[in-house]
T-cell receptor, first 112, second 113 residues
Framework: SQQGEEDPQALSIQEGENATMNCSYKTSINNLQWYRQNSGRGLVHLILIRSNEREKHSGRLRVTLDTSKKSSSLLITASRAADTASYFCATEVRVSGSRLTFGEGTQLTVNP | DTGVSQDPRHKITKRGQNVTFRCDPISEHNRLYWYRQTLGQGPEFLTYFQNEAQLEKSRLLSDRFSAERPKGSFSTLEIQRTEQGDSAMYLC???????????FGPGTRLLVL
């Protein structure tokens, strides 16, 4: 079964608005990574947040991690049409050593 | 600094044929991973290498699948006797060490007719 679950499955907003996507997971993790995927393309890495971190920023991206609730959120501020893509969270769990376990993703559509 | 590359980008084959994909990781990354992604789903782990050693294989990797990384650089993923259910995007990723960012290639899209 998937370790991570994203919420919502789909999100449609207007350009300039903020977009928030959530991810929940089941087991203890070493780190959590967010990726973006444009239709039919490879995955682009956005942010890695470690289990001892609570918040990270990168440009218009803000990621939070709550290990007590086993959840993370990705906030994209001042969205642009070019942000339209699928967004995945992926967890690297302590016992597995190295594999990433992905959720099913959130499809974000930013309307111009 | 070149990223992860994969070849071919697209492959169409008939059921029962064998196919082989190649992945070239980022230079000096000793960890290399293979994932499979079907439409509307997130990627699923198949296997990974540390240098030339294959350290973990998913139960998704049936006997028809084999992966190699003979000199600890590029890797190949072979699927024998392809089935329609093998149709998917095959993604390769590399990282410099454990607990670090995995960088993905553009993927090889396989269609089995």
């Amino acid at each position: 079964s998937q370790q991570g679950e994203e919420d919502p499955q789909a999100l449609s907003i207007q350009e300039g608005e903020n977009a928030t996507m959530n991810c929940s997971y089941k087991t203890s993790i070493n780190n959590l990574q967010w990726y973006r995927q444009n239709s039919g393309r490879g995955l682009v890495h956005l942010i890695l947040i470690r289990s001892n971190e609570r918040e990270k920023h990168s440009g218009r991206l803000r990621v939070t991690l709550d290990t007590s609730k086993k959840s993370s959120s990705l906030l994209i501020t001042a969205s642009r049409a070019a942000d339209t893509a699928s967004y995945f969270c992926a967890t690297e769990v302590r016992v597995s050593g190295s594999r990433l376990t992905f959720g099913e993703g959130t499809q974000l559509t930013v309307n111009p | 600094d070149t990223g992860v590359s994969q070849d071919p980008r697209h492959k169409i084959t008939k059921r029962g044929q064998n196919v082989t994909f190649r992945c070239d990781p980022i230079s000096e990354h000793n960890r290399l991973y293979w994932y499979r992604q079907t439409l509307g789903q997130g990627p699923e782990f198949l296997t990974y290498f540390q240098n030339e050693a294959q350290l973990e294989k998913s139960r998704l990797l049936s006997d028809r699948f084999s992966a190699e990384r003979p000199k600890g650089s590029f890797s190949t993923l072979e699927i024998q006797r392809t089935e329609q259910g093998d149709s998917a995007m095959y993604l390769c990723a590399s990282s410099p060490r454990t607990w670090e960012t995995q960088y993905f290639g553009p993927g090889t899209r396989l269609l089995v007719l």
